[in-house]
C-alpha cells in the first residue's frame, strides 16, 4: 500500500502541461473509428469503390473500330477465337491494392453489335494504345475485312433514356449455374468451313435476323463487355465439381492461428509420448508409431477416382469432360447488356423479346443457360420492391430517384443500363450488376462474323476484295 501511495503522490505532484498533446490522442481516435466504420460499413466501402471505379473508366482513352465483313466469309468462328487469345495478352496485371483502393481494372474490351434503323454494323471498342495489337489480330485471322475508325454512335442517341418521347426496352443476362458450366459452343453446332457452310445452321443467324427487324426511328444495341478476370478462383471452383461428382471430394485444407496450431501439434505428438512412457515403463523395445505415406493416400485417392469415373452415367462423363474443357481455355470477365429503344409511337415491346429469345439458343439445361439478370430485368414483379433493397437502394443513390413503384423501379433500371451501354461500365459495380466468366470459345459462339450461309441483306459488307501491290511496280 505505501508504493502505491507513493506513485499516487508522484503522479499528483507531476507538474507537466499535456494539453498540447491532446490533438495527437484526438487524431489517432478518429482515425480508428474513421476505419473501424469503414471496414464494417460495406456500403459505404462499395459507394468509394464503384466512385473510384468510374474516375478510372472516365480518364481512359479509348477507340471505337467499325468492321465491315466481305460478302463470301468462310471462316468459322475458331478465327474470333484466336482473335479473344490475343487480347488476352494485353493484360496490366494489377494488384489487389489498386483494384481495392484506386479503382483500376484490367484491360477491357467492348465487342458491339448495333442496329440502326435495321443496318447491322459490328464494332469493337478498346484503348487506344491498343488500337494497332486489335487490328493485327482481326487482319490476321480475317485479312478480307476492312476496319476503320469512327465515331461513337451511342452519342447520337438521347442521353436519358426513357424520357417523353422515347420508351426503351433493355435487360443484362447472367448465368443460371456458376461459370464452370458451359454454354452451348460453336462446337457442338458443328460449324465447318467450306462447302458445308452453306449447309450448317449458324445459330448467329437468328441474333442477326432479330436485330434486322427493325425500321425507321429505331435502334437495337448488343454490347459484350470482356476482360482479364482479376482474382478469380473459376478453375479451382470448375476443379472442384468435377472432383464432387466423380466422388474425390476433398476437404480444404482450414487455416489455423498460432495458438490452435500450437495445440493441434501438442495433440498429434501425444501418441509418441504415450507409447515412449509406456515403454520406459514395462521396457521391451520400443515400437514407433505407424503412420501411413502420404503417397499410398494418393495412390489410393487416384484409384478410386478414376474407379468412380467409370461408374459414371454417360451424361455425368459429358458433364465433367465439358467442365474440364471450359476451364482449360484462357477465360474473360464478362457483362452482356441488350438494349432496345424507339419513338413512343412505334415502339414494340416483341421485338425486345425476340432479341432476348434470340441468345436462350445457347442454352443447354444440362450445362449452363442464359437468364435476365433479376436485379436489372425488364419486367418487374412486386417482390423485386423489397428482395432486392440493397440494388434499388443503388440506383435511387446513382439516379437521384425514389423507386417507390414498380414502374419507377422499372425506369431507372433501364436508365441504369443505358447508361452502362452509353459508357460501356465495366467490373464489378455494385449497383445490382453481376458478370460471369466466359472462356474464349464461348465468346466467340455469341459474337462471330456471319458466315455466308447467313443471309441478312440490311449488312454492309466489303464489295470488292482488297489486294496488294502488283509484285512488278518499279520503286525509286
Excluded at 478462383?233 to 496450431?261: A, C, S
Amino acid at each position: 500500500m505505501d508504493i502505491l501511495r507513493q506513485v499516487l503522490s508522484w503522479f499528483a505532484n507531476l507538474k507537466v502541461n499535456i494539453q498540447p498533446y491532446f490533438w495527437v490522442l484526438y487524431v489517432a481516435v478518429g482515425l480508428f473509428l474513421f476505419f473501424k466504420v469503414f471496414k464494417i460499413n460495406k456500403k459505404l466501402r462499395k459507394r468509394f469503390h464503384d466512385y473510384w471505379e468510374d474516375l478510372f473508366l472516365s480518364k481512359q482513352e479509348s477507340c471505337i473500330l467499325e468492321i465491315k465483313i466481305p460478302q463470301a466469309l468462310e471462316k468459322t468462328p475458331l478465327g474470333m477465337e484466336q482473335v479473344f487469345a490475343g487480347l488476352h495478352g494485353t493484360a496490366k496485371g494489377v494488384t489487389k491494392y489498386e483494384v481495392e483502393a484506386k479503382g483500376y481494372l484490367e484491360t477491357a474490351y467492348s465487342l458491339e453489335l448495333a442496329s440502326i434503323e435495321g443496318k447491322i454494323h459490328f464494332f469493337i471498342r478498346g484503348e487506344r494504345r491498343y488500337r494497332t495489337t486489335m487490328e493485327a489480330l482481326i487482319y490476321a485471322q480475317f485479312p478480307e475485312v476492312e476496319i476503320q475508325e469512327v465515331e461513337d454512335y451511342t452519342q447520337d442517341a438521347p442521353k436519358k433514356l426513357p424520357n417523353n418521347d422515347y420508351q426503351i426496352a433493355a435487360a443484362e443476362l447472367i448465368l443460371e449455374k456458376p461459370d464452370p458450366y458451359p454454354i452451348r459452343t460453336y462446337q457442338q453446332f458443328e460449324l465447318k468451313a467450306g462447302r458445308e457452310a452453306e449447309f450448317v445452321a449458324d445459330p448467329f443467324a437468328a441474333v442477326m435476323e432479330a436485330m434486322s427487324a427493325i425500321g425507321e426511328g429505331e435502334q437495337m444495341w448488343a454490347h459484350c463487355v470482356i476482360g482479364v478476370p482479376m482474382f478469380s478462383n473459376w478453375r479451382e471452383d470448375g476443379q472442384e465439381i468435377v472432383d464432387k461428382i466423380m466422388g474425390r471430394e476433398t476437404e480444404k485444407p482450414k487455416t489455423m492461428g498460432l495458438l490452435r496450431r500450437l495445440i493441434h501439434e501438442i495433440i498429434s505428438f501425444e501418441p509418441h509420448i504415450t507409447s515412449r512412457t509406456s515403454h520406459l515403463i514395462a521396457g521391451g523395445e520400443y515400437v514407433m508409431p505407424v503412420e501411413t505415406p502420404l503417397e499410398e493416400d494418393e495412390k489410393k485417392q487416384s484409384s478410386m477416382a478414376e474407379l468412380g469415373f467409370f461408374r459414371l452415367s454417360p451424361g455425368e462423363r459429358e458433364l465433367c469432360l465439358a467442365i474440364e474443357r471450359n476451364i482449360s481455355k484462357l477465360g474473360f470477365y464478362t457483362m452482356l447488356r441488350l438494349v432496345y429503344f424507339a419513338p413512343n409511337e412505334i415502339f414494340n415491346t416483341s421485338k425486345a423479346m425476340t432479341l432476348i429469345g434470340s441468345f436462350l439458343q445457347f442454352n443447354d439445361k444440362t450445362l449452363n443457360s442464359f437468364k435476365s439478370n433479376p436485379k436489372l430485368a425488364y419486367t418487374v414483379r412486386k417482390p423485386d420492391l423489397y428482395r432486392n433493397m440493397a440494388a434499388n437502394y443503388n440506383l435511387f443513390w446513382k439516379h437521384k430517384e425514389i423507386p417507390y413503384t414498380r414502374k419507377k423501379l422499372q425506369k431507372l433500371r433501364m436508365r441504369e443500363i443505358y447508361r452502362c451501354c452509353q459508357n460501356r461500365a465495366f467490373g464489378r459495380p455494385m449497383r445490382g450488376h453481376k458478370g460471369f466468366i466466359f472462356n474464349t470459345e464461348e465468346l466467340a459462339t455469341i459474337f462471330h462474323f456471319p458466315m455466308k450461309s447467313v443471309l441478312t441483306p440490311e449488312l454492309p459488307k466489303v464489295e470488292a476484295k482488297r489486294g496488294g501491290p502488283p509484285a512488278r511496280l518499279p520503286v525509286e
